[in-house]
């Protein structure tokens, strides 16, 4: 599924997606090995990635991290959900690349998710009109996936779904992301990165070849 920088942590982990949902779809991590590597090791890395993508600030955090203190079983419960949460986005993400149905247990799953967290969704005036927001309180320990999940439902349904696209690395990346460019040429999750190593690789090739047939002529 996906292969980045060493430091395997949320806070150096690079948003390259363009979509909150795809952003933690890639909250996995592959080395150069088969292995993935949890960046969502614990609650508070869940709740270190809702600060990264400013659904939490920091006295939501503090508030959320004081809870799960009280409740370390329900943070628990809630680090699994998560973790199912995201695979099932990448699933049927990646139904949806290779032009299959998704798998029905998954998206099951999916919509338990999206009901529970539509529940705290709700309408609220701002000086221009009416708004979204979410109702969330200190005991919610999940509330920064209410947002993930709908962003992922949005987008799913959507017309933007025909701009999601997967790093070509052919190492494993398989980050995900929005390809907003004009002619759909974007390739790489971020260029720097999985573009240059691609970029190194076969010049590395070229040469190597090159040498070859120089020692035979």
């Not at 909250?27 to 400013?54: C, F, K, M, N």
């Not at 290779?98 to 005036?125: C, K, Y």
């Not at 349904?157 to 025909?162: G, I, L, N, P, Y």
Request: glycine share 6%; charged share 30%; aromatic share 6%.
């Amino acid at each position: 599924m996906l292969m980045k920088p060493l430091d395997h942590s949320l806070i150096g982990m690079k948003l390259v997606a363009g979509e909150l949902c795809l952003d933690f779809a890639n909250t996995a991590d592959w080395h150069a090995s088969d292995t993935p590597i949890e960046l969502l090791r614990t609650y508070r890395d869940l709740v270190t990635w809702g600060q990264r993508v400013r659904l939490l600030d920091a006295a939501a955090a503090r508030r959320l991290l004081r809870e799960a203190r009280k409740r370390p079983a329900d943070a628990i419960v809630v680090l699994k959900r998560a973790r199912a949460v995201r695979e099932a986005i990448y699933g049927i993400v990646l139904a949806l690349l290779q032009r299959r149905p998704p798998d029905a247990s998954v998206l099951r799953g999916f919509n338990r998710e999206l009901g529970t967290a539509l529940r705290h969704l709700r309408v609220i005036p701002e000086p221009k009109g009416l708004t979204w927001t979410w109702d969330f309180g200190s005991r919610d320990l999940e509330a920064m996936l209410w947002p993930v999940v709908r962003s992922a439902a949005d987008l799913l349904t959507s017309q933007r779904r025909a701009k999601i696209g997967q790093c070509a690395d052919d190492r494993g990346c398989g980050w995900l992301f929005l390809d907003t460019t004009k002619n759909r040429s974007r390739r790489w999750c971020e260029m720097g990165d999985c573009g240059n190593r691609a970029k190194a690789r076969r010049h590395y090739q070229r040469s190597r070849t090159r040498a070859a047939r120089g020692r035979k002529a």
